[in-house]
Every structure is written in structure tokens, then in C-alpha cells.
């Protein structure tokens, strides 16, 4: 008896012929069931948020930090209660009429927040600044952080973010604690003068904002030198030292030394309005904050992304 070829293309039996066993079959989709795994997706751009949380996380993750800022701190304080302190030491004079003129003159402001501790805070935060980018630099660790982000503007956008919210934080805490203890202390013989006192807001805002200031120039100027020894060397010079040398007894110099941030400083806080060859505006002060701010941002971030690391 013959037997016929099978046509159901089971194992072990012939097909018929013009037909394809697809039994045995592996290649095609709806033998096994599946489809061919999907090539791994790239990973995502990382957002300006999770840059500026990075950035946060360095920068208190570090001890030196907070033992920074707070040596700082206690300078700046020290400073400017150690003055009201001896004022009201040595207050010996009784007479209301001597009260009011003391107040009257803006002494009380003055000793708010004066110009010993304005010097060491502008010291302390151009250097915190400038630190926060030469470290990295010194170390080599900039390189894995770009390596990792290679958008190297986004990277330092976000670095000037940290700094300079840190340094106003920072900033806002010691002025106005400066303000509150030493007008406590100037209370004990009548002499202190409330926040609400025509121009106490200016003095605390304009000592606030001095911090940032410093650290972002601090920082624009470690961007660009990029060595520990001669950025700290500019950071004084430009902060400290060009306010010195420049004199308002020519236009030139007198232009450029109102240019300075303790220049402005010192206009802000100033209510004698004492006569000068060639006087400026409170308004040109506070400009003078906002152009170096947005300036010290700008160089750090063209200056990372127009020089090899």
C-alpha cells in the first residue's frame, strides 16, 4: 500500500509539494511569539534643575565649606558688635539732645555694619568664590564633571546659580544679624535705632548683597586665571586694593573707583552726603551691584567654553 505525502507539515512526514513547513521555523515573529528587542534608548539630556542640584550637593557635601563660611561669619560679627560694644562702653554723655544728634548723624547705621567687617567679608567671599572653581580645576575633577555634561556653559550656569544664591543666603544672615545684635547693644544707653529707621532697610540690603557680589567676581576672575595662588592674588587686588589706589581727586580716577563694588558699598551706606569733586547717585550704586553680578556670570561661563580644562 503507498503512502502519500502529508500536507500538515508535522516532523517526520514529507509536505506536499508547492507548500513550506513554517513548523520548525525561528526567524518570523509568530513562531516564538516575541518581537526583536528594541535597540537601548540614549540617555537624556540632563535639565538645568538637576545641573543646579548637582552643583548644590558638591558644594555642601565639602566640610571646608561650612567651616569657611562660618569663620566668616564670626568675623564679620565680631567686627561689627566688638565696635558697638565699645561705643556704648564708653557713652557717657546723658543729654537727649546728644541722643539725637548721635542718631541723627547716621552713627547707628554706621556701627550696623562697618567698613572693617565689609573688608573682611569681601576678602572671605571673593576667595569662597573663586575656590568653588579653582578647586576643581587644581584637582582635575572639572574634567569628569564636563566629561559627564559636555555642555560646559550649562555646567557653570548652574555653579554661578549655587554660588551666588549660597553667597546671598549667607549674606542676608550676617547683615542682618550684624544689624539686630548691634543695635541691641546701642538700645542700652538709647541709642539703637529700629529696622523700620529711614535707611536701616539700605544699609542691611546693600551689606546683604556685597556677598554675592564678591563671590561671583571670585569666581569669574578662577574661571580665567584658573591657579590657586594668582587668583587670590587678583581677587584682593581687584576687590581690595583698586579701591585704595584709586582717589576722587581726578575724573578719570574717580569714574572708575565709583565702578568698584566697596566703592558702591560705601555710597550705599554713606548718609552724611559729604561735598565731593565729582559726586554719584545711590541709583549708579546699586548698578554698579547688578553690572557686576551679571558680568562676573558672563566671564565664567564664555571663559570655561572658549579654553581647554
Aim: hydrophobic share 50%; net charge positive; glycine share 10%.
Amino acid at each position: 500500500m503507498n503512502r502519500t505525502p502529508s500536507a500538515t507539515g508535522t516532523p517526520g512526514t514529507l509536505s506536499s509539494p508547492g507548500t513550506r513547513s513554517t513548523t520548525g521555523s525561528t526567524n518570523s515573529p509568530s513562531a516564538t511569539g516575541t518581537l526583536p528587542s528594541p535597540l537601548p534608548a540614549a540617555d537624556p539630556r540632563p535639565r538645568f534643575l538637576d545641573l543646579v542640584l548637582s552643583e548644590w550637593v558638591k558644594l555642601r557635601s565639602l566640610r571646608s565649606t561650612w567651616i569657611a563660611y562660618g569663620a566668616a561669619a564670626l568675623a564679620v560679627l565680631a567686627f561689627n558688635v566688638g565696635t558697638a560694644y565699645d561705643t556704648a562702653k564708653y557713652w557717657t554723655e546723658e543729654d537727649a539732645a546728644d541722643r539725637a544728634d548721635f542718631i541723627r548723624d547716621g552713627i547707628p547705621l554706621q556701627l550696623a555694619f562697618n567698613g572693617n567687617a565689609a573688608t573682611v567679608m569681601m576678602l572671605a567671599l571673593g576667595a569662597l568664590g573663586a575656590l568653588a572653581i579653582v578647586g576643581e580645576f587644581s584637582t582635575g575633577t572639572i574634567r569628569t564633571t564636563f566629561a559627564a555634561v559636555p555642555a560646559r556653559g550649562a555646567v557653570m550656569g548652574a555653579k554661578t546659580v549655587v554660588v551666588a544664591a549660597f553667597a546671598t543666603l549667607f549674606g542676608a544672615l550676617v547683615a542682618g544679624g550684624s544689624f539686630f545684635l548691634t543695635q541691641a547693644i546701642l538700645a542700652g544707653k538709647d541709642l539703637g535705632v529700629p529696622l523700620g529707621h529711614p535707611g536701616a532697610g539700605r544699609v542691611v540690603l546693600a551689606s546683604a548683597l556685597l556677598a554675592p557680589v564678591c563671590a561671583l567676581a571670585g569666581m569669574a576672575l578662577g574661571a580665567v586665571v584658573r591657579h590657586t595662588a594668582a587668583t587670590m592674588i587678583t581677587t584682593v587686588g581687584v576687590l581690595l586694593v583698586l579701591p585704595v589706589v584709586l582717589t576722587d581727586g581726578r575724573h578719570w580716577s574717580a569714574t572708575v573707583g565709583h565702578a568698584l563694588p566697596y566703592r558702591a558699598w560705601l555710597k550705599l551706606v554713606d548718609f552724611r552726603s559729604l561735598p565731593t569733586d565729582f559726586p554719584w547717585t545711590t541709583g549708579g550704586a546699586w548698578t554698579v551691584y547688578v553690572v557686576w553680578m551679571l558680568a562676573a556670570a558672563a566671564v565664567a561661563i564664555v571663559g570655561v567654553r572658549r579654553r581647554d580644562v
